[in-house]
Structures are given as structure tokens and as C-alpha cells.
């Protein structure tokens, strides 16, 4: 396999750049989009790649279209991406909710700017955790990573397609403008350094006839794709086992999201990803996701010098969310900081898995800045 | 031509444990669905390779009830869907159900750049002028004056001709019929399901429950004898004056053309990708 950009060493890089051959590397090979800042540059490096992978690049003529091919695809059998940014993420919220009910593998990125509707177009923000949480309706579960820097942004595309795949569930890729536009040195590995995930398919027809059914009793049924000859039925309306539609059938509906929401809750320990940084004994906790926790770092280290006990907890799940391991460092720590570019979405997480056991901050800032680390070590120490 | 009986073509096609169909006595989404089936059963084309897209509405609950691959989607994004489906393997030959409100209203912006990009796909469109699962408000396409839930007092709006807008967006084949015309739709299922790009059959489709009851025509034959009185041929129409076309429907073949297909062009996209590249000759 030929790439067209070098792997097995370091290059300088844009974060949307690194996404779009992260995803090639993947085996990501189809791509529909619709162009809009800051995510357009994933489009473009898609639009030049793919082609050459002999991949699918497609410009759609909306978001809602974007993601509907993206999961066409997935069920023809292809691994699948698509990226925007918050007024797109928006228009995609039914469809994503339709990959969360037909459990099918896709990653969408979605490359925060300020909100709400078309805000600020080229400054970042975080406003979206709460849409890629809970933007869809209805009872559902889904994966949302954040990266902090360019070579996380690459990690974590390969990791998102990974755990699309192993869990038959979209992936949501939620990073922002700074990150996307920010030019770091990215490690692009040999393709056999990478260790990648394929979905579960039947073993044989018996089991193609329940690709909704816990038949491995691991919560993720096999994925009969397309044009094998299993003659399967997808629908978004609430389906039995074998993909019927049964929708006034309460048990049935009970049974489907349960289920569907319990293969990412029961498997949360191997979704979630997270680093601490001086947190053993730390009095301070500082709690935070994405580009803030580069800032966050380095308030740490200023905290330490003036000999207060800080210490760092970076999220780099959003969800599912460890609410059990909040409220154990809440346990452990005086207070606890949640510095975020929004008016304060992490937040209410964090509040609600520590519990009580730990007074938690808000920090926020918006309108398109990164909070400096002194802000926060100012807020710290009052 | 020899028509098997409707029980052979039942049996060979659908999903005995999802019958009965939800379809209401006298819709005619049964008949657009027993013509596409025969059309494909006389191509003796392989259900393997063939997946079933389809939207929101009571024509997109058709793919449930045939015994191949298929997409139930969200209102109006059948084809969205489709493009992806058939791009990522384009062995696969697609067919879409569809509503007239589900194709032309929430989803006629995928409609028409589905056309614009002769995604290989054929489409089967039911057009009923209402909205038959959400109860009888008015579609894109009900005449000046045809009454639906939200128009009680007769809709005010133009139609659109669903046809010619598929004919102006650049379709290779498209035809429009009632569903009482049997021959001439399994002879334009056929045709549609043979060629490159992206092919069009419109149903006039009695709706005797959510638009029939409506509009002063409660049952199937009232609806028939109705089509008969506003339809009007193809070759009769070129000698009609504007005036006197106002409130009738064209049936017939509108276009039938070889354009490339989405998946011919994308095919050479990528050889010249390739070519510009340096990487082949
Ligand atoms: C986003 C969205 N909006 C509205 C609906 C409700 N809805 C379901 S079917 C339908 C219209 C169906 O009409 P048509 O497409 O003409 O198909 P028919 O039922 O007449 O066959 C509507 C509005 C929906 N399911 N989703
Ligand atoms: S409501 Fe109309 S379109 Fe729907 S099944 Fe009944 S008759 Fe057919």
C-alpha cells in the first residue's frame, strides 16, 4: 500500500492535517462532507488523499447529507468519516442518533468554534460538549473523545475508528479551532505499528439473522454489512433482535436501548482514557479536557512553586464519563477546578460525580481565547 | 409478456413474518411494490445485489416487507444514504422508495443533487399529493385546490411536477404513470433498473385513507376514475395548450438518456487523481 504522505517519521502539521491521514491510516476510505471553518482543512487533505487510496472523497450538499452517506458506507461495508463544526454538527444531530440506533460504526469530527449558530467562525470554543453528549434525541449512548494536542488529534482518530468498530457505535471526535489550526510535530507511524480494530462480522447465517441480538452476550451483535447475501434490514425505528420494527412493543424498546447504552456503560474501563500529572497528593485538583489542559499544566506547575498541592486530571474520554472516579478524587482533594472555554458543560459532570464530596470551580472563559495558565492559578489562589 | 401470479412473486419476495403490510385497503403502494418486484424477477437480477433504501412515510416501510438488503433511513434522506451505500460498493444496485413528500419536500434538496450527480440509483416514487403516515397534510405536490389536514380549505400553493423537475436536474430515465397503468410501470421499472445513473419512476398512487376521504373520493376506484380525468398522455400533451394542461397531470416517459454515471465519474476522478499525481500512467 502506497501513502500519499511519508509514515514511519515526524512531520510538521496542521491538527485537521493530522485527522485526515490519521483516518487513512485507519483504513478510513470514504469521506463526505460539507466545507465550513475550522474543520474545512480535514476535508481538503481528504479530497487530495483519497483518491489516491483508492478511497471516496464526496462533497455533499449539506451536513444531514454528510452524515447519511457516511453510514450508507458503513453498511456497504466501509470505515467512514465525516467533520464539521458546531452549526454542522447541529444539522447532523437526527442522523447521529440513527447510527446510535442502527449501531453502525462511523466517526465524526466535530471542530468546535464559538457558539451559539454561526458565533466565531475562526476562534475556538468547547460549547459542543453537551450537543455531542446529548445533542440527539431520545435515550442513547455514544463515544466522544477530546484531544489536547496535533499528535493526540492523530491518536485519537485511529483510536476513535477503533472503538467505532469494536463497539458498533459512532464515534464523536470533539476537538477545537486552536487545535485544528495549531502546527505541532506529529509522529505518523508505519501503518504495521498500528494496531486497528475491525468490526465483528457473522460467523455464519444463523447468527446474520439476529444483527441486533446480544449473541455473543458482550452487548455488540455482529454486523452483517451489505451484499453478502444476509439480506438484512436496518431501520431506526425500535427493532427485535432480528432488526423487525416493533415500535408499541414496550419491552422490546426496553431491551434494544438497555442494551445499546449498556455496551459502552459496561465497557466504560476500556473507553475511557485519561492522564493525571501531580494528582497522587494533590489538594487541588484541576479538572479539564482538550486545549485547556495545556494550560492547566503549566498552572500546576506555577501552583507547585508557590508550594500549593495542585494537581491535573485531563480527560481525554468525554464520554462515557467515570462518575465514580470524580467522586473519589473528590474524596481526596479540598477543591476542585474545572477551567473550560464555555460557560461551564464539563462542569456539570464533574459536580454531579463528585457528589458533595468536594466544592468544584467553574473557570470559565469564551469568546475565542485559551485560558493562560495565570488565569487559572489566579482563580486558584484567590 | 407472461405475468406470474401475484402469490408467486409474494412468495419469492417477501418477508413472510413481517406480513401483514401496513398499507391501508386501496393504497396503491402494493401495486408500485408488486411492479418493482416483477420487473426485477423478469431481469432475473440477483436480491443479493440489490439493497432497498428508503425514507420516512408509508411508502419507505416497503423495505421491510421485501426479503433483501435494506435501509430505512430518516424523512427524506433516502438517497443521502444511498450515495454512500453505492460509492462505497458499486456493485450493489440500489433502488429507493420513496414518498412524494419525503422525496420532494424535507428531502428534495437531496433529491435534486442526487440527479445532479446521476447517482446510480433507480428511484420508485409514490405520489399520493399527501402525507399518508402523518395523516393527510399536504405534499409539495397537491394541486391548486386539493384539500389536505393543513390546507382544510384547499391548498393555496403551486405543486411541483416531480417529473420535470428530475427531467431539468438531469436524469437519465424518467417516467411517470398511475399505478393502474401496470404494463407501461413494470416496462419503466425495467428500463430504469437496466441503466447507468440515476433513473426515475413516479406512481400516482390511490390513497383512499389519509387523501381520498379528503378530497370526495373515499375508495381506490373513485381515486382511478379521478387520475383518468386529470392524466393526460405524453404525446396528447405536446398539442395542449398551456390552459389546457392547468390542473392535469403528463403521464409517460419524460427522459431517456445515457449521461455517465456518479460511479463512471468517480472511477476516472480517481485515474486522474492517479495520472496528476505521478502515480500511474
Ligand atoms: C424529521 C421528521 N419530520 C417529520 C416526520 C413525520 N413524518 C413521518 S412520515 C411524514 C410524511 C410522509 O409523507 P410522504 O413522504 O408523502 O409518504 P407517504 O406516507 O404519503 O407514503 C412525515 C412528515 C418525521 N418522521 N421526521
Ligand atoms: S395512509 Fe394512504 S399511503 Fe398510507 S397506507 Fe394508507 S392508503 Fe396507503
Redesign the interface.
Known amino acids: 500500500m502506497r501513502y500519499p504522505f511519508p509514515v514511519g517519521k515526524s512531520d510538521f502539521i496542521q491538527g485537521d492535517e493530522a485527522i485526515a491521514r490519521a483516518a487513512i491510516l485507519a483504513g478510513c476510505r470514504f469521506y463526505a462532507g460539507y466545507p465550513i471553518t475550522p474543520a474545512s482543512e480535514i476535508f481538503e487533505a481528504m479530497a487530495l488523499y483519497m483518491p489516491l487510496v483508492d478511497g471516496v472523497s464526496i462533497q455533499m450538499e449539506d451536513e444531514i447529507a454528510s452524515i447519511a452517506a457516511i453510514i450508507g458506507a458503513s453498511w456497504a461495508g466501509a470505515k467512514a468519516m465525516t467533520a464539521t463544526s458546531g452549526p454542522g454538527f447541529s444539522l447532523m444531530q437526527e442522523n447521529l442518533g440513527y447510527a446510535v440506533m442502527t449501531e453502525t460504526p462511523i466517526v465524526v469530527v466535530d471542530v468546535q468554534r464559538g457558539g451559539p449558530s454561526t458565533g466565531q467562525p475562526t476562534l475556538a470554543a468547547q460549547g459542543d460538549i453537551m450537543q455531542a453528549i446529548w445533542g440527539t434525541h431520545g435515550d442513547h449512548s455514544l463515544i466522544v473523545l477530546s484531544p489536547s494536542t496535533v499528535q493526540e488529534a492523530f491518536d485519537m482518530t485511529i483510536r476513535a475508528f477503533n472503538l467505532a468498530e469494536k463497539y458498533r457505535t459512532p464515534v464523536v471526535l470533539l476537538t477545537d479551532a486552536e487545535i485544528a489550526h495549531m502546527r505541532e510535530r506529529v509522529y505518523i507511524p508505519n501503518p504495521d505499528e498500528i494496531e486497528l480494530i475491525e468490526r465483528k462480522l457473522p460467523a455464519n447465517e444463523e447468527e446474520a439473522k439476529y444483527p441486533f441480538g446480544d449473541i455473543h452476550g458482550d452487548g455488540v451483535p455482529p454486523m452483517p454489512i451489505f451484499g453478502r447475501g444476509y439480506r438484512t434490514y436496518v431501520t431506526g425505528l425500535t427493532h427485535d433482535e432480528r432488526g423487525r420494527p416493533k415500535t408499541v412493543d414496550a419491552e422490546v424498546h426496553e431491551r434494544l436501548i438497555r442494551r445499546i447504552i449498556g455496551k459502552i456503560e459496561n465497557n466504560k474501563h476500556d473507553i475511557i482514557s485519561y492522564e493525571t500529572y501531580a494528582l497522587d497528593d494533590a489538594e487541588i485538583a484541576i479538572i479539564t479536557t482538550g486545549i485547556v489542559a495545556r494550560s492547566a499544566i503549566r498552572a500546576v506547575k506555577l501552583l507547585r512553586e508557590r508550594g500549593i498541592k495542585a494537581g491535573l486530571l485531563k480527560l481525554n474520554t468525554i464520554w462515557p464519563f467515570d462518575f465514580d472516579m470524580i467522586e473519589e478524587l473528590a474524596e481526596r482533594v479540598k477543591k476542585i477546578y474545572v477551567p473550560e472555554m464555555n460557560l461551564g458543560q464539563l462542569y456539570h459532570l464533574v459536580r454531579e460525580g463528585a457528589n458533595g464530596k468536594a466544592e468544584v470551580e467553574l473557570i470559565s472563559k469564551i469568546g475565542g481565547e485559551v485560558h493562560t495558565p495565570m488565569e487559572i492559578v489566579e482563580k486558584v489562589v484567590g | 409478456m407472461y405475468l406470474k401470479s401475484a402469490y408467486e412473486i409474494r412468495d419469492k419476495y417477501l418477508?413472510k413474518?413481517?406480513l401483514p403490510t401496513i398499507f391501508c385497503p386501496g393504497c396503491g403502494i402494493g401495486s408500485a411494490l408488486q411492479y418493482t418486484l416483477r420487473a426485477i424477477d423478469d431481469l432475473g437480477l440477483n436480491?443479493?445485489?440489490i439493497?432497498w433504501?428508503s425514507g420516512i412515510g408509508c411508502s419507505s416501510r416497503v423495505?421491510?416487507f421485501v426479503?433483501?438488503?435494506?435501509?430505512?433511513?430518516?424523512h427524506g434522506?433516502a438517497l443521502?444514504?444511498?450515495?454512500?451505500?453505492?460509492?462505497?460498493?458499486p456493485?450493489?444496485k440500489i433502488i429507493a422508495f420513496m414518498g412524494d413528500g419525503d422525496a420532494a419536500a424535507i428531502g428534495g434538496?437531496?433529491f435534486i443533487?442526487a440527479i445532479r450527480r446521476n447517482l446510480d440509483v433507480t428511484v420508485i416514487l409514490i405520489n399520493n399529493f399527501t402525507y399518508g403516515m402523518t395523516g393527510g397534510q399536504v405534499a409539495p405536490t397537491a394541486l391548486k385546490g386539493l384539500r389536505g389536514t393543513t390546507a382544510p380549505y384547499g391548498q393555496f400553493e403551486n405543486p411541483f411536477d416531480i417529473a420535470d423537475l428530475a427531467v431539468s436536474a438531469g436524469a437519465n430515465y424518467v417516467a411517470r404513470w398511475s399505478v393502474f397503468n401496470y404494463l407501461q410501470g413494470i416496462n419503466s421499472i425495467k428500463k430504469a433498473l437496466q441503466k447507468e445513473g440515476f433513473t426515475l419512476v413516479e406512481f400516482l398512487s390511490p390513497c383512499p385513507i389519509s387523501f381520498g376521504r379528503r378530497n370526495r373520493m373515499k375508495t381506490s376506484p373513485e381515486l382511478l376514475r379521478w387520475y383518468q380525468k386529470i392524466t393526460v398522455p405524453i404525446s396528447k400533451a405536446k398539442k395542449m395548450s398551456p390552459e389546457e394542461l392547468e390542473g392535469k397531470i403528463v403521464i409517460g416517459e419524460f427522459a431517456d438518456r445515457d449521461r455517465p454515471g456518479l460511479v463512471r465519474e468517480?472511477e476516472e476522478?480517481?485515474k486522474?487523481?492517479?495520472r496528476m499525481?505521478g502515480?500511474e500512467e
Open positions: 418477508r413474518d413481517m436480491p443479493d445485489e439493497v433504501v423495505p421491510g426479503n433483501f438488503d435494506g435501509l430505512h433511513t430518516t434522506r443521502a444514504f444511498a450515495t454512500g451505500i453505492k460509492l462505497a460498493n456493485k450493489l434538496n437531496h443533487h468517480y476522478y480517481k486522474r487523481a492517479k499525481m502515480w
